[in-house]
């Protein structure tokens, strides 16, 4: 079985009910390792004329010393390049599939045209190549890119297939932000595996049960750029994090462990009016945020996640009952290196829309068939009895959204049964509200991932085409609830 698993009792929803199920109850706490943090190698593709060829390959890789396991990377053992373009250009990238298997490349969070976008019908067979030209407009930002072949692409991320792109237009620059790569600006990858003592990782569609899909494939260890707690020496000053949760299910609420405040500046559309101070944030699967932390004390502290609160009371339980934290990595500050000392107080005004704009108003509803209307479900045979989206499974020759380019509607996202995270391809949006209330101060900005525990209410601007024969998708992000069908598509004209 390829999940770490303990028995466990879990309620549905408002624990109307429950049952005893096989499912993780949270994460060990790790020894601390002398890992450092790996740093993915950086492609500036303006430098080498604009021409990006990466390479979807079987590498090896030991999360465990001395121990490596079969996995996937683009152009690297594992994970990928971070890729760095400019706001203007032109990039001319070559995907190069050197898997056995067929797979796709979606660029998540890019605005590109549909038949740019990556999605589960621009298929990369075994040994070919696909070669889109991306046009670079839209603000500075994180992205990252990621297989999307429909049923196989949960295994696909989880055996390695993730990488950062960056988008540059210059603010960096202008706000004097930390922008050394690998030195103040660091990609940190956050990610959770089970790791057999033999050091293997093993996915197998095959093998996946009722709950391993309810729940999304979840595991005891929080992996880090690749590497278990690993330490990333940064300079005693202000230092950048480009946060993603590149996960399969797992959501994680980070903090350090002295609490210290730290400034969010950036979503996943790009930077914030103005720094937002908190000392927690939690990320949901595929969502990205950039952080300031400051290190000018010189201490070394760790980086730590709570346990998933969407996993119900049951998921705020360390496995031997006590920590309720667990150990992400460690920072050691090095006093010589500092470079940018002042956080400013004001980024970049986005482009707002307005929700008065709006064309429409559609209604979706996010079901993983996990307890909702099926109260009595207690056995693992009767669930999951549905996964979809109003009702309905994913179906790859079906429209289910006709947009109009240049427009703007109001989405109303609900979600049955779990928190879902829900992604909108080739469009960014406002979140209008969330649970009820208006978003807090660092989900105001342009985002293209949100977590729904019950309802959010979305503005959403399309301004990128998409034809019958190169749709957009929008799904839940829990990649297990993807494959299986909670997922729909809509063409923009
Ligand atoms: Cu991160 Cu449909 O994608
Ligand atoms: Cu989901």
């Known amino acids: 079985m390829m999940l770490t698993r303990r028995k466990f009792a879990i309620g549905c929803g408002a624990f109307a009910s429950s049952a005893i199920f096989d499912a993780p109850l949270g994460f060990t706490d790790p020894a601390p390792a002398d890992t450092h943090l790996p740093i993915p190698m950086l492609i500036d593709a303006a430098k080498q004329g604009n021409a990006v060829h990466l390479k979807a390959m079987f590498g090896r890789h030991a999360f465990i010393k001395g121990k490596p396991t079969g996995t996937y990377g683009y152009s690297a053992p594992v994970l990928g390049p971070v890729m760095r373009v400019r706001r203007g250009d032109e990039v001319q990238v070559t995907v190069e599939n050197a898997l056995d298997t067929v797979t796709t490349v979606h660029w998540h969070g890019l605005l590109a045209p549909g038949y740019n976008d990556g999605g589960p019908q621009q298929l990369i067979q075994a040994g070919e190549n696909w070669r889109p030209v991306l046009k670079i407009n839209q603000p500075a930002a994180t992205l990252w890119f990621h297989p999307h072949p429909h049923h196989d692409t949960a295994r696909q991320i989880y055996m390695g297939l993730t990488g950062i792109m960056i988008i540059d237009d210059g603010s960096d620059a202008r706000l004097d932000l930390p922008r050394t790569y690998g030195v103040d600006d660091l990609p940190i990858i956050l990610q959770d595996r089970s790791i057999d003592s033999d050091g293997s990782i093993g996915y197998d569609n095959n093998d996946l049960n009722a709950l391993d899909i309810a ?128 956080i400013p107080s004001r980024l970049v005004e986005p482009a707002t829309a307005v929700a008065a704009s709006a064309v429409r108003r559609r209604q979706f509803v996010l079901d993983s068939g996990l307890c909702a209307s099926r109260p009595q479900a207690s056995a693992h045979t009767d669930m999951p009895a549905l996964i979809g989206i109003n009702g309905k499974p994913f179906d790859l020759g079906r429209i289910d959204v006709e947009t109009k380019l240049g427009t703007t509607e109001i989405w109303e996202i609900t979600s049955i049964g779990m928190a879902h995270p829900f992604h909108v391809h080739g469009a960014m949006f406002h979140i209008l509200s969330i649970e009820g209330s208006p978003p807090p101060a660092h989900l105001i900005g342009w985002k293209d991932t949100v977590l729904v525990e019950d309802k959010a209410v979305l503005l959403v601007d399309f301004n990128q085409p998409a034809t019958r024969q190169h749709p957009f998708m929008y799904h839940c992000h829990i990649l297990e609830h993807e494959d299986a069908g909670l997922m729909g598509q809509y063409v923009c004209t």
Do not use: W
């Not at 999304?216 to 993603?244: C, F, W």
């Open 215 to 342: 729940y999304g494939a979840r595991g005891d260890t929080v992996v880090v750029n690749g590497a278990i707690t690993p330490i990333a020496k940064v300079p005693a000053g202000l230092v950048r994090l480009r946060l993603l949760n590149a996960a399969n299910a797992q959501n994680f609420d980070l903090r350090f462990k002295d609490q210290r405040t730290f400034h969010i500046i950036a979503s996943d559309g790009g930077f914030l009016a103005a720094p937002v101070a908190v000392t927690q944030l939690m990320i949901s699967p595929a969502e990205r945020f950039e952080i300031l932390v400051d290190f000018s004390d010189g201490k070394a502290i760790a980086l730590e996640t709570g346990p998933d609160k969407e996993m119900g009371e049951f998921g705020r339980v360390a496995p031997d009952g006590s920590a309720d934290y667990v150990v992400v990595m460690q920072f050691e500050p090095t006093p010589t290196m500092s470079l940018v000392k002042q």
